[in-house]
C-alpha cells in the first residue's frame, strides 16, 4: 500500500480506539486494569512502527506500550498472534530451542495479532491495557469501520 494511504488509514484507525476506549468503563474488569491508559503499536512488512498512547498517565502509558511493542514484534517476527504461538512452543509443536524469540522473551498474553488488509498489506499490532480478548477486540472493531 501507499506510505501516505497506509498512513490516513493508521491515523483514523488511533482516533477510533480514541472513541471506543471509554466504552471500557462500563467494564470494571478491563477498566481496573488501565483506567483507559492504553497503548498500540503497528509494525508493517518492512519495519516501519506506528504508535500511539492513550490516556492522561505517562507511566502507565509507558508501561503499556513496552507491553504492545513486545506483542506486536512477537507478531512481526512469528507470523502468529500472541497466545497462539505459544501453543505452538510450549504444546509440542516445536522446541522451544528453535523458537526465533529466546526464552524468556516469549510473550503469552494475548492481545498481538496479525491483520491483513484488504489489498494485503500485514500489519502487525499489539495493543495492551485492557484483558487479552478484548484488547484483540478493539483493534479489530477500529480497522473495520476505519476500512469498510
Known sequence: MEQGKLNLIIQAVFKEIEVQIPNYKNSPEDWNISEGN?????????GAIYGKLFGTDKIRQRQFYKVA???????WITGHSTGDYEKIVFGGGMDPEDAPIELPDLIGWVGGQPLTLADGTLLSIGFSGFRGFNDIAIVKEAFKKVTS
Open 38 to 46: 492504553v497503548a498500540m503499536c503497528i509494525i508493517t512488512e518492512e
Open 69 to 75: 511493542w513486545t506483542k506486536a514484534s512477537q507478531v
